[in-house]
Each structure stands twice: as structure tokens, then as C-alpha cells.
């Protein structure tokens, strides 16, 4: 059984590989954060090493170590792994020694399976180096072994590197087919699985670490809080959050990214509150705050500042000083007109 859920034309397109023995020997899984690239790299690594009838079956030795992280043929290359550290480096990046090491693994037989698995996380972290070294592994391919690369963005990766692989687009799912998958367990609440499948947006991976981890739950409202207090604060106060803001963009732009998601959901809702569809909001549990926060703004002053995060997100996208752009930013949040 395939776990990867609603990625049906991936799962499908693999399924046939399969069964048809022809397998890629580089695979390339785009798609948002938590919308499972790495549930379906796994998957993958399961159905070429599992000895079962209809593979993957999830269940059998091969399947369970490689659940588990035990398996000696699948690795998993990326930030965190073979000791990178990213403390001392203003841009986190998989090294081209993290490579050199994969290489020397993938020249090497199967230790425990039929097939080595290499996969390789936030692939468009990769360092010009690593990823020139990686280049070559790919344009020599050796049987029996995978190269499985996730990102979030292939623009972000060499286009010779891309062209090397079989491309697989993730899509988020439809938020009642999230829903559906919370439902399904019965310990969280039903109430939790509405609030958790409108925030995921469709990545169903990100509701299912909310779901039994509380912090995550706990740090958005501590993100949205902060928001919040922006609106009503001074431009000091607006200013000293853009300055942490940037030293964390410097670290990693996802977290960035995530402050920005959230602050266009909360624009969002007001716009969707205002328009009368407040049952189409995504922070159902801050419904009374949205309505009461929709009377300070008339709709154009909503719909100009729901403009103004878009743009501010893309000139990130596009390397812009990001304590420009956020500075710009904060001076367009609009005051409150009563309207
Ligand atoms: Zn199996």
C-alpha cells in the first residue's frame, strides 16, 4: 500500500515504472512544504526493496526498516544530516561533501536490498559545488541505484541537474479530503480536524504533526499574536520585528515564508468576513477577533494590504533586501477607518 495520500497521478505514474521494470534511476518530487515528497520518496525506496507480491506492503522487514530509518540502502541526504552544520553559515546548504560521501555509497552493491536509495531533501539547498558533483552522478547512472530529489521550488535548481531527472508534481489536497484523513483518527477532536485541515492548506503532513504535537498549534498563535500586535503598535515596534525577522530569513527563508502564509490568511479572512463568507475563513478559531477587526477597515483598504503582502512575498522570491521589502511593508499595514 502506497501511504503517500491524494497523489494519485505521482503514485499511479510510479505504480506503472514498476510493473513495467522501468523504473528511473533519478526522480525529482516538487511540491509544497509537508504535502508528502518525502512520504512518497519512502514509499518508493519501500516498493523497489520489498520482496512482497504487490509492493509496497508496508509491513514486511524491508518496509518496516526503511519506516523506521534503519534500512542500510536508503539514505537520506539534507541539512541535517553527515554533521552539517548550519550555525556558523549565514545560508544553510547541503555540501558538496554530504555529495562526495553519497557518491561513494552509491558505488557501492546493495548491502541489505535490490536497490540503494539516495534522497536527497530540500534539493534546491544545494551549494553550486555539491550540486556540479551531483550533475555528474546523474549524467553516469549505475543500475541499481535511486536518486530521489525533493523541493519545494525547481526553479531553484540548476536546469542540467532537472534535466536529468523524471519530474513528479505534488499537489495540495482538497481541504475535505484532509478532513477526511483527520477524521479517520479517532483521537483527534472533530472540531481540531476542521481547524487543522483549513490551516494546512491542503499538506496534509503539516496536520498530522499538528495534530499530536501541540506546539505547532501553540507557536502560530504565538506568530498570529505578534501579528496582531503590529497592527496597533508604532513603527518601532514594526521595525524591531522586521529586524528579527531578516536574521531569520538569513537562516532559512521557509520560516519567513510561514510568517508571510500566516499574515495573508488573517488578511484573508477579514476580506472573507467582510464579504459575508466568514464560513470560508481558515482561522475559524479566532472567528470573533476577525469579525470584530473587519469593522476598523473598508474593503479597498483590505484588498490593497492582501496586494501589498503578494508582492512583498514575490520580491523575496526574487532576492530582493529582504529588510526593505519587509520595512516597505509594515509602513502599508492600514490603520483602522471605521468603514
Ligand atoms: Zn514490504
Redesign the pocket.
Known amino acids: 500500500m502506497w501511504q503517500v495520500v491524494g497523489q494519485s497521478r505521482a503514485v499511479s505514474l510510479l505504480q506503472r515504472s514498476l510493473e513495467q521494470g522501468s523504473i528511473a534511476h533519478a526522480y525529482l518530487l516538487v511540491g509544497p512544504p509537508h504535502v508528502g515528497k518525502m512520504t512518497l520518496a519512502l514509499n518508493l525506496a519501500?516498493a523497489v526493496?520489498?520482496?512482497?507480491a504487490e509492493?509496497?506492503?508496508?509491513?514486511?522487514?524491508?518496509?518496516?526498516k526503511i519506516t523506521s530509518g534503519k534500512h542500510a540502502d536508503v539514505q537520506i541526504i539534507g541539512l541535517n544530516s553527515g554533521g552539517n552544520s548550519t550555525e556558523d553559515k549565514p545560508h544553510a546548504e547541503i555540501s558538496i561533501n554530504q555529495i562526495r560521501e553519497m557518491q561513494h555509497s552509491s558505488s557501492l552493491p546493495p548491502f541489505e536490498g535490490r536497490y540503494k536509495v539516495f534522497i536527497i531533501d530540500g534539493a534546491e539547498l544545494l551549494s553550486t559545488e555539491a550540486a556540479n558533483c551531483l550533475l555528474k552522478t546523474l549524467e553516469e547512472p549505475v543500475g541499481g541505484v535511486i536518486f530521489i530529489l525533493l523541493t519545494t521550488n525547481g526553479t531553484m535548481l540548476p536546469a542540467t541537474v532537472v534535466s536529468r531527472c523524471q519530474q513528479l508534481e505534488l499537489h495540495p489536497l482538497p481541504t475535505s479530503e484532509v478532513k477526511a484523513v483527520l477524521n479517520e483518527q479517532r483521537s483527534i477532536e472533530p472540531k481540531k480536524a476542521e481547524l487543522l485541515a483549513r490551516l494546512c492548506h491542503g499538506c496534509l503532513g503539516w496536520a498530522l504533526s499538528a495534530a499530536v504535537d501541540d506546539s505547532l498549534l501553540q507557536q502560530r498563535a504565538e506568530r498570529l499574536d505578534r501579528l496582531l500586535a503590529l497592527i496597533t503598535g508604532d513603527y518601532e515596534e514594526r521595525f524591531d520585528y522586521v529586524a528579527q525577522l531578516v536574521a531569520q530569513f538569513s537562516q532559512g527563508r521557509g520560516l519567513v515564508q510561514e510568517v508571510f502564509d500566516l499574515w495573508l490568511d488573517w488578511w484573508r479572512d477579514l476580506l472573507l468576513v467582510k464579504l459575508g463568507s466568514s464560513g470560508a475563513i481558515t482561522n475559524i478559531d479566532f472567528e470573533a477577533t476577525l469579525v470584530d477587526m473587519a469593522r476598523g477597515y473598508n474593503l479597498a483598504q483590505i484588498r490593497a494590504f492582501i496586494n501589498s503582502i503578494q508582492a512583498a512575498g514575490e520580491q523575496l522570491r526574487q532576492n530582493a533586501n529582504p529588510r526593505l521589502v519587509l520595512e516597505v511593508l509594515m509602513l502599508r499595514i492600514p490603520g483602522r477607518s471605521g468603514g
Open positions: 519501500q526493496n520489498c520482496p512482497a509492493p509496497p506492503c508496508g509491513l514486511c522487514n524491508a518496509c518496516q
